[in-house]
């Protein structure tokens, strides 16, 4: 059981690049979720969907784009990337009642 | 909003020392709450968690209690061990499952 898989787990990226960050899960998970990890401030929610063909914004989603067309996979685009989208991003998910999360295992991502 | 407040950090026990995390919240609601753990260069584990006042959450022999009455759900070990050394996250969910998350406690136990 592989549970949550984010690719690629290190990405060094210029400014004003854009790239895919995956998410893929095989529980069956209704919801997946992205998060931003910075130093002091915790886990910041960007962009979270609760089904496939439904997706939202959280707490900071500027810069980001997801699309859910799969109940297994969560991708997450930065279109244009800036340094301040240098972070640690995790990739989540959780069943309709579970109220437990899975995280993936992070990937470091630092914009030059 | 909802929102979760956390100790902050760094900690640093001796081995054996008791530990205390203190995680304070605000919610509308009658949110679940949880401790995550980091271990260095690793994703987030769900450590434990308590749905409903008073409930124990326990696990590694980590506990935490759900105190409605003061909005905390406060970390404890009797006995740390350097394998314990990892940052820490206090969190809540709501009923849609958004998760609000501390901004974590880094634990560093020296031998």
């Known amino acids: 059981n592989a549970g949550v898989t984010q690719t690629p787990k290190f990405q060094v990226l210029k400014t004003g690049q854009s790239m895919t960050l995956q998410c893929a899960q095989d529980m069956n998970h209704e919801y997946m979720s992205w998060y931003r990890q910075d130093p002091g401030m915790g886990l910041r929610l960007i962009h979270y969907s609760v089904g496939a063909g439904i997706t939202d914004q959280g707490e900071v989603p500027n810069g980001y784009n997801v699309s859910r067309s799969t109940t297994e996979d969560f991708p997450l685009r930065l279109l244009s990337a800036a340094p301040s989208q240098t972070s640690v991003y995790f990739c989540a998910s959780a069943d309709r009642g579970g109220n437990t999360i899975y995280f993936g295992e992070g990937s470091w991502l630092t914009v030059v | 909003g909802d929102s979760v407040t956390q100790m902050e950090g760094p900690v640093t026990l001796s081995e054996e020392a008791f530990l205390t995390i203190n995680c304070t919240y605000t919610?509308?609601?009658?949110?679940?709450l949880f401790w995550y753990v980091q271990y260095p260069g690793e994703g987030l584990q769900l450590l434990l968690k308590a749905t409903k006042a008073d409930d124990k959450g326990s696990n590694k022999g980590f506990e935490a209690t759900y105190r409605k009455e003061t909005t905390s759900f406060h970390l404890e070990k009797g006995s740390v061990q350097v394998s314990d050394s990892a940052v820490y996250f206090c969190a809540l969910s709501d009923v849609n499952n958004d998760m609000r998350f501390g901004a974590g406690t880094r634990l560093t136990v020296k031998p």
């Open positions: 919610a509308t609601g009658y949110p679940s």
